[in-house]
């Protein structure tokens, strides 16, 4: 039973770089089929992608976020990681970690339970 | 592209029916995926490719459509139903969300 399950701070300074990390259970993460996607939703708003990574490092990241954005996948730790720089009150947000299917329909099938990120001083 | 929901929100009774609306900007032919989102839940993927019911998903949820008009109808509103759905087009990249409807007890 495959589980996601996100962590990092709660709380980032405006300015600085939110780290988040999701570690993988239940599934391969070098699966062939599957990626590995980020996403988020602000309070009250809907959800937003803003980036997937495959596990041979390939990468696909939302124009909104690009020059902000890096994720990254350990294998061998069965996770992969997002980080976001130059924060601003705009990227408080529920995130999110999920698989993102492979193929045809490259939709998210598994979700992890997402953590809440405040940027605030 | 821009996918846009309507309503934002209703209200129902349970046993009522409930249909859902998604638009896309431009044509995404059937490339698209309904969530159900509980408050303080991830969401979970119900429908795929506009018609194609995920595994363990109630009969009462369907969904239709093709090009720009999307929707999601559940038959017999249940208790466990009042929820937030969204769709999400994956016809081109960037993946797009709509904004949610959020359907609640009348």
């Known amino acids: 039973h495959l589980q996601l399950q996100a962590s990092g701070p709660g709380l980032v300074k405006p300015s600085e770089t939110l780290s988040l990390t999701c570690i993988v259970s239940?599934?391969?993460?070098?699966?062939?089929?599957?990626?590995w996607g980020w996403i988020r939703q602000p309070p009250e708003k809907g959800l937003e992608w803003i980036g997937t990574?495959?596990?041979?490092?390939?990468?696909y990241y939302n124009p909104s976020v690009k020059s902000r954005l890096t994720i990254s996948v350990d294998a061998s730790k069965s996770q992969f990681s997002l980080r976001l720089t130059s924060v601003t009150a705009a990227d408080t947000a529920v995130y999110f970690c999920a698989r993102h299917r492979g193929g045809y329909n490259e939709l998210f099938d598994s979700w992890g339970q997402g953590t809440l990120v405040t940027v605030s001083s | 592209i821009q996918m846009t929901q309507s309503p934002s929100a209703l209200s129902t009774s349970v046993g009522g029916r409930v249909t859902i609306t998604c638009r896309a900007s431009?044509?995404?032919?059937?490339?698209l995926a309904w969530y159900q989102q509980k408050p303080g839940r991830a969401p979970k993927l119900l429908i795929y490719e506009a018609s194609n019911l995920e595994g363990g998903v109630p009969s009462r949820f369907s969904g239709s459509g093709s090009g720009t008009e999307f929707t999601l109808t559940i038959s017999s509103l249940q208790p466990d139903d009042f929820a937030t759905y969204h769709c999400?087009?994956?016809?081109?990249?960037?993946?797009?969300f709509g904004q949610g409807t959020k359907v609640e007890v009348k």
């Open positions: 999400q087009q994956y016809n081109a990249y960037p993946w797009t």
């Open positions: 239940g599934d391969s993460i070098s699966s062939n089929y599957y990626y």
């Open positions: 431009q044509s995404i032919h059937r490339w």
């Open positions: 990574i495959y596990y041979d490092g390939t990468t």
